[in-house]
């Protein structure tokens, strides 16, 4: 299990909420610290800009100073109300100031004609209205200062400052030159509200982000549960998997990654658990193959000592034999029983060689039948004829019972022809002395066998001892023989049947093996050519 303070939600919760309340901190830590110098900065451009455009639209160009004076004065509201602001024009020469003609703003006072009724040089005595106050502390700074005084009369600019009126007031100023440099044109506005706002702002900021951290806090554990929630089990449905529990099912459902996720993980389990099913039955299959190889194996090791003893014999009788026919210590009759030796040797080692031949060309599937119609009959008779030396060796009866003598079948004639020599020969070494082989042939349906119509069954039987019950499944399998002593006069080296299932499997025949009283009966089919 995972502790609950290693978990993805208590990790999501505690990150997303240091994030956010961090973020949440210096933002609001940089709006109170810069809140004030931007809404200066703002405030200054929108003043130099606002005085210059009252400027260009109340004062008609190449007016007389005084009627200047008096467009502006008498346009004063139009600068005054939006931005806050009191304007005044100040005389260069003489240092007066010349107010709008309201009398409580009046520091030199002017007649509807323009013309100055009395003028009062700096510094003027303090009055009783704050705005006059501040008119003239910001005229007295410009006056004082002259550099801005260069910017305004000489380079023609409008100039914005800041003047501490007090320690507690501070005031925004903005001076330009009007026509001819006689008179400038004076506009202050306090700053006092803007001190107060950021102050009280601050003081907000401290309950809004007190109330914020909580939100965040509940919030971020809301989303952390409903984020980590599916997740959880998925990872259950993942454990189960882990331990190879792949009835597991997630049953997450939702529309997004994690519901993607889900059905991914469901898929891969049911795979998982059907691909197992099938790994455990190719394990199995895997098992039996593995015993088969080794059966497989036995055998060749037993054919390569077989076929090593027997090519041994005759090679060493070959020259036993052949040596003395040299020396000369045979002669007449002697001499040919020497020849017949080596001769019979010769030829059972070329079929022994030829045998393996034929195996190893059927095996490889690039054998070819040359399919055409023939009489199984006449074959059967004619090579009971070829192996008469064989029969009459052991005193063996050989029958042919036909059903029908001149039925013809489709198939190699050839190779059915090895098939039936491989069968009969296996029965001669199998039949005891004074036995009875006997070959049948009958149609399917009628003769109490199985088959469809058109199928000719091919039947050889020898008396003698049953097939062992171990030995019938893989009777037809290469290098295995049911004499195990390899005994030389029985013969064979498991190579024969061998070749006989794979001829009788490129006709598709149906064949087997199978124990009747007094002795085992080999049996194969064959399409009749009328039918084909």
């Not at 007649?111 to 003028?119: E, M, Q, S, T, W």
């Not at 939100?215 to 993942?238: E, G, K």
């Not at 993980?265 to 039996?288: I, W």
């Not at 489709?410 to 009969?424: A, H, P, S």
Request: include cysteine.
């Amino acid at each position: 299990m995972i502790k609950r303070t290693h978990s993805i939600s208590t990790k999501l919760f505690v990150l997303i909420s240091l994030f956010l309340v961090l973020f949440l901190t210096l933002l609001m830590v940089v709006q109170s610290s810069s809140f004030e110098p931007y809404y200066l900065s703002k405030k200054e451009k929108q003043f130099k800009k606002g005085l210059e455009i009252f400027k260009s639209v109340h004062l008609a160009p190449d007016v007389e100073p005084s009627r200047a004076i008096q467009q502006l004065m008498n346009h004063a509201n139009a600068f005054e109300k939006p931005f806050s602001a009191t304007i005044a024009i100040g005389s260069i020469r003489d240092g007066a100031l010349i107010a709008s003609p309201e009398p409580r703003k009046t520091l030199i006072q002017i007649d509807k004609n323009g013309n100055f009724l009395n003028r009062l040089p700096l510094p003027l005595p303090d009055t009783q209205d704050s705005t006059m106050n501040y008119l003239i502390d910001a005229f007295r700074y410009w006056r004082s200062d002259t550099s801005l005084q260069r910017l305004v009369l000489d380079q023609g600019e409008t100039v914005t400052f800041t003047n501490h009126y007090t320690d507690s007031v501070k005031t925004l100023a903005a001076v330009t030159s009007l026509p001819g440099n006689d008179y400038v044109l004076l506009a202050v506005a306090s700053l006092q509200p803007v001190g107060e706002a950021a102050g009280i702002v601050r003081d907000f900021y401290v309950y809004f982000l007190l109330l914020a951290v909580v939100l965040i806090l509940l919030l971020t554990y809301v989303f952390s549960r409903m984020i980590t929630r599916p997740l959880v089990r998925l990872n259950q449905a993942a454990e189960r998997m882990s331990k190879l529990d792949f009835t597991a099912r997630c049953d997450v459902d939702s529309q997004d990654e994690i519901g993607s996720l889900g059905r991914t993980l469901n898929f891969l389990s049911q795979n998982l658990n059907e691909t197992l099913g099938e790994l455990s039955a190719a394990n199995e299959k895997l098992k039996a193959d593995i015993e088969n190889e080794k059966r497989l194996e036995r055998l060749r090791r037993e054919f390569v000592a077989s076929v090593s003893h027997e090519l041994k014999t005759p090679i060493s009788l070959i020259g036993g034999y052949a040596e003395g026919l040299k020396d000369g210590i045979v002669q007449g009759e002697r001499r040919d029983e020497y020849l017949d030796v080596i001769i019979e040797e010769t030829e059972r080692m070329g079929n022994l060689v030829k045998d393996m031949l034929d195996l190893s060309q059927l095996e490889s599937g690039k054998f070819h039948l040359q399919i055409k119609p023939f009489r199984i009959g006449a074959l059967a008779e004619s090579l009971t004829d070829k192996m008469f030396t064989g029969l009459n060796k052991k005193r063996i009866g050989c029958e042919v019972e036909l059903e029908d003598p001149g039925a013809t079948v489709l198939g190699d004639e050839f190779r059915i022809g090895q098939v039936l020599t491989n069968l009969l020969s296996n029965a001669i070494k199998h039949t005891p002395e004074g036995g009875n082989i006997r070959i049948s042939t009958a149609e399917g349906p009628g003769s109490g066998l199985p088959g469809a119509s058109g199928t000719l069954w091919v039947e050889v039987f020898n008396e003698g001892e049953p097939i062992p019950e171990a030995d019938l499944e893989h009777i037809w399998d290469a290098f295995h023989t049911v004499d195990k002593s390899r005994n030389r006069e029985l013969g064979g080296f498991g190579i024969g049947l061998a070749i006989v299932k794979n001829i009788l499997t490129l006709h598709g025949s149906a064949f087997g093996v199978r124990n009747d009283a007094g002795g085992v009966t080999f049996f194969f089919t064959l399409p009749l050519a009328e039918e084909a």
